[in-house]
């Protein structure tokens, strides 16, 4: 898995971790049986075979282990389930809206701006862009803080995914759908959709520049006179 760049991630990974221990010993446990198994009742040493039948403790046995594995897998993977699934109290809320094909983020606490996020063409990449990751508008948030995102679509079902997040959520039409992020350190982190939407679906990724809390200040700033001055010719039309 990718590296972990925040909480809810750290959690996935933790989860991980569990899983492999308990699934590597049951793997040695069943490998171990089989083992022995062969060995203690082959042919050779048993040309009769046993009719041993009806072992009530084993079939308790093997009915109640299960049972309790399944009991400690299932809660903390409930837990995580309604850790990622949304935090009581943000810092600040970005709505992502999915296209076909291209992703939209505004940004309610500070007067709805937004902003529309393409992808580079392969003929506009600039030195140390990655195709078909990097975009022409990011999506911009502060370090530390407990960003709410509420998914939604206005036409097929979208996803956005974004791994050293550990964050993902459907975009679908007519629903609203919550979750929540936040970047450890400053940096671009990169996803994609990841639900199948069309043509050019391998073509809606997503990059979220994650930066000090002055430097995004002074991003919304500017992201609004940026929007401010695409309305004025609209205005003067009227």
Not at 23 to 33: E, M, Q
Not at 66 to 90: C, G, K
Not at 166 to 179: D, K, M, S
Request: aromatic fraction near 10%; hydrophobic fraction near 40%; charge should be neutral.
């Amino acid at each position: 898995m990718q590296r972990s760049y925040s909480p809810i991630k750290d959690r996935i990974i933790d989860l991980h971790d569990l899983m492999l221990v308990i699934i590597t010993v049951i793997t040695v446990f069943v490998a171990g049986l089989l083992v022995w198994v062969i060995i203690r009742y082959n042919a050779k040493r048993n040309p009769t075979p046993g009719q041993t039948s009806h072992n009530t403790v084993l079939e308790i046995a093997w009915t109640v282990l299960p049972v309790l594995i399944l009991v400690v897998i299932a809660i903390p993977s409930f837990r995580l389930i309604y850790y990622q699934d949304r935090t009581p109290d943000p810092d600040m809320t970005i709505k992502v809206t999915g296209h076909q094909w291209y992703w939209e983020y505004t940004y309610p606490d500070q007067g709805n701006v937004g902003v529309e996020s393409r992808y580079v063409a392969d003929e506009d990449l600039k030195p140390g862009q990655l195709r078909l990751l990097d975009v022409d508008n990011q999506m911009v948030i502060p370090v530390g803080k407990k960003v709410r995102i509420l998914t939604s679509s206005t036409d097929v079902i979208h996803s956005f995914f974004i791994p050293s997040f550990g964050v993902q959520r459907y975009a679908i039409p007519g629903r609203t759908i919550e979750t929540w992020l936040e970047a450890k350190e400053a940096g671009t982190f990169y996803g994609e959709c990841n639900q199948v939407c069309g043509q050019n679906h391998n073509r809606m990724p997503i990059a979220v520049r994650a930066v000090s809390e002055a430097d995004f200040n002074a991003w919304i700033e500017q992201a609004k006179k940026s929007a401010s001055a695409a309305r004025l010719p609209k205005l003067a039309a009227n």
